[in-house]
Nanobody
Framework: QVQLVESGGGVVQAGGSLRLSCAAS????????MGWYRQAPGKQRELVAT???????NYVDSVKGRFTISRDNAKNWVYLQMNSLKPEDTAVYYC???????????????WGQGTQVTVSS
């Protein structure tokens, strides 16, 4: 089993910054893609950013130039630096990981419990 634990959410004024962190632990052989998704009230969950084990990144257009995803492969952590936050960034942010488990090498997808980000205008 694998656990993903997010931290770093909170309330911030528009234009401010927050840094989200997610720690993966458990029966991990290797993590392929890690990412951040978000879900605002009344809306579907959407992809925010992903990063491969090799460092290739992908962002939704609405956060390009403002958010930066990074990861520490040795520690199995992924981060999301969020700058120039806008009220429309308000959502619950979820960590996601595509994991090859140990010892069976089965590939499974895992989600964290989510962390609330609220941006006030």
């Amino acid at each position: 089993q694998v656990q993903l634990v997010e931290s770093g959410g909170g309330v911030v004024q528009a234009g401010g910054s927050l840094r989200l962190s997610c720690a993966a632990s458990g029966s991990i052989f290797r993590i392929n893609v890690m990412g951040w998704y978000r879900q605002a009230p009344g809306k579907q969950r959407e992809l925010v950013a992903t990063i491969t084990s090799g460092g290739d990144t992908n962002y939704v257009d609405s956060v390009k130039g403002r958010f930066t995803i990074s990861r520490d492969n040795a520690k199995n952590w992924v981060y999301l630096q969020m700058n120039s936050l806008k009220p429309e960034d308000t959502a619950v942010y979820y960590c996601n990981a595509d994991v090859y488990n140990s010892p069976d090498y089965n590939r499974r997808n895992y989600w964290g419990q989510g962390t609330q980000v609220t941006v006030s205008s």
